[in-house]
Structure formats: C-alpha cells, structure tokens
C-alpha cells in the first residue's frame, strides 16, 4: 500500500484564519495560535467551529507550537498541508504506480533554466518532467483545483507545455486529492480561468494529466485510486 504516516495529531476546533499563515484554533479550553501550510484560500473548508488535527512542530526556534493538518468536514477528513504530496507522490513514482511513467532513475527538485520542477524519471530514452498540485477542493463529489489564482500554477503548465514541445522529454501534471469524497476531477474556471484554459491546451498537446485519489484518516494518508478528469 502506498501511503505516508502521520505523526500523533491534537483534536481541536477551528475558530478563524487570521491572515495567510495564521490560524486561530481552541485545543480543550486554550486559544492557540497554528500556523497554516497552504497558501490556497481554503473557504470552503476552514469554517468556524468544525474538527480539525494539528501537527506539532519539532522546531524550537519557530513562533506556532502547532501546523494545522487536518480539518473535518462532514465526517470526511481533509488534509492541507500540501508538503507532503510530493513525499506521496515519490512512493508512487518508486513502486511504478503511476501510469504512463516506466521506473527510472528518480531526481527530486531539479533545476532547470526557467523553473525548479518537482521530479524528473529517466529513463535510457526518455525523460519525464513532473509536477505535483496538492486539491482540497471538492464540491458534490467534483475535486477542482486551484481555490484561487494561481500564478505560480500557470506559470507550471505554461513550462509542461513547453517542454513536451522536446522529442525526448514527456511532461506530467500530478494533481493528489487529500480527501477521499471525490467522484472526478475538474479545474476551478470560476477561481483561475487562465489556468483551465492552459490545462486543456496542455491536455491537447500531450502534456499527461493524473488525477490520484486519497483516503486520510487520523493516522495516515493512502493511495485510492486514479480519476478522471473533466476538462
């Protein structure tokens, strides 16, 4: 099974985000400061009063005892943190999981001259070019990223396109679902039309789209299955 353990998470309750990084939550009867490790809008997800998991920090020198991790919404639990998807998607990626992507040599964060990009498989005649989104959005079983302009996102598929453009690369677009109440998957149009339009222009070019499907629970985040996409 291709999962990524949790550490021991603390149950509290949401009260309000204070700015882009700072939450406010209640753990038993204290107000505690969290920080927040996404930079997405999260609105339909970070509401006052609902169940959320926190992740402590193991750093002394940080401001926030805490990381908001997990958050409940109708008994289905949500990760945000969107670190920890590429940790998720390198198991996949070292188990040959993903479809269309032959094992290789795996290199992480590699830099090239316009981007830093999240993984590149070699293989003896092919080089894949991956890049990985982290989804918390979904409305009526509909998962769709992104919650909100995106320009570092355009600027990816912007890049994908261009390199599957080269005879030797194959680009990828790994989009990981941190929930598992997703029936398919969709870009935002309403959030970031610029950015739907580049993924179906990426889609026309070659550029190939996967959409994983995860189950979280208080303890772990595991594979599910792969959906399809609505463009």
């Known amino acids: 099974m291709i999962k990524i353990d949790f550490p021991p998470l603390t149950k509290a309750t949401f009260i309000k985000r204070v700015n882009r990084f700072i ?3 209640k753990i038993k009867e204290q107000i505690e400061l969290v920080h927040v490790p996404s930079t997405g809008r999260l609105d339909g997800i970070l509401k006052t009063g609902v169940t959320c998991y926190l992740k402590p920090s193991s750093n002394p020198k940080r ?14 639990k949500i990760c945000i943190d969107s670190l920890i998807t590429n940790d998720f998607v390198y198991q996949l990626l070292r188990k040959n999981e993903i479809p269309g992507i032959s094992i290789g040599e795996i290199a992480k964060e590699v830099s090239l001259p316009d981007e830093r990009i999240d993984f590149v498989v070699r293989n003896e005649d092919l080089e894949n070019y991956i890049e990985v989104k982290s989804v918390n959005k979904c409305d009526n079983g509909v998962a769709c990223f992104p919650d909100a302009p995106t320009e570092r996102g355009r600027k990816h598929l ?10 030797s690369i194959q680009s990828h677009l790994i989009f990981v679902i941190q929930r598992n109440d997703a029936e398919i998957f969709s870009p935002c149009k ?9 993924l179906k222009e990426a889609y026309k070019k070659g550029v190939k789209l996967h959409i994983c499907l995860t189950n979280v629970t208080e303890n772990e985040m595991y594979f599910d299955k792969w959906l399809k996409i609505k463009l």
Not at 158 to 167: A, C, D, G, H
């Open 23 to 25: 939450a406010e939550v």
């Open 63 to 76: 401001k926030t005892a805490y990381s908001l991790f997990l958050v409940e919404d109708n008994n289905v």
């Open 158 to 167: 912007t890049n994908l396109i261009k390199y599957q453009s080269v005879n």
């Open 190 to 198: 309403d959030r970031d039309p610029e950015f739907a339009n580049l």
